[in-house]
């Protein structure tokens, strides 16, 4: 069992930047694979980036490559996403999700709100 615990979403500028947090707590979270997503107000849940649960092999979808970064830190349980050069696109209640075996993601967090002004 893994349970997630978003958090430092809130209103910034387009240009602007936010660091988002995932607090994690489960004995299984050092060997899960992490990934952070998003949803806008109508539209489906998207892919934004994911991390191996050694933090080497990363992968980003091609809106937020460039200008996102995923890190996790093992010893604190946790997964971060630092977001740059924001635009009104961004904005979304952003999820944390962990995927613990297999290839589907079987936890997810509240969610943590990101709006980008114009």
């Known amino acids: 069992q893994v349970q997630l615990v978003e958090s430092g979403g809130g209103l910034v500028q387009a240009g602007g930047s936010l660091r988002l947090s995932c607090a994690a707590s489960g004995r299984t979270f050092s060997r899960s694979t992490m990934g952070w997503f998003r949803q806008a107000p109508g539209k489906e849940r998207e892919f934004v980036a994911r991390?191996?649960?050694?933090?080497?092999?990363?992968y980003y979808a091609d809106s937020v490559k460039g200008r996102f970064t995923i890190s996790r830190d093992n010893a604190k349980n946790a997964v971060y996403l630092q977001m740059s050069s924001l635009n009104p696109e961004d904005t979304a209640v952003y999820y944390c999700a962990a995927m613990t075996g297999g290839s589907t993601y079987q936890y997810w967090g509240q969610g943590t709100q990101v709006t980008v002004s114009s």
């Open positions: 991390i191996s649960w050694s933090g080497i092999t990363t």
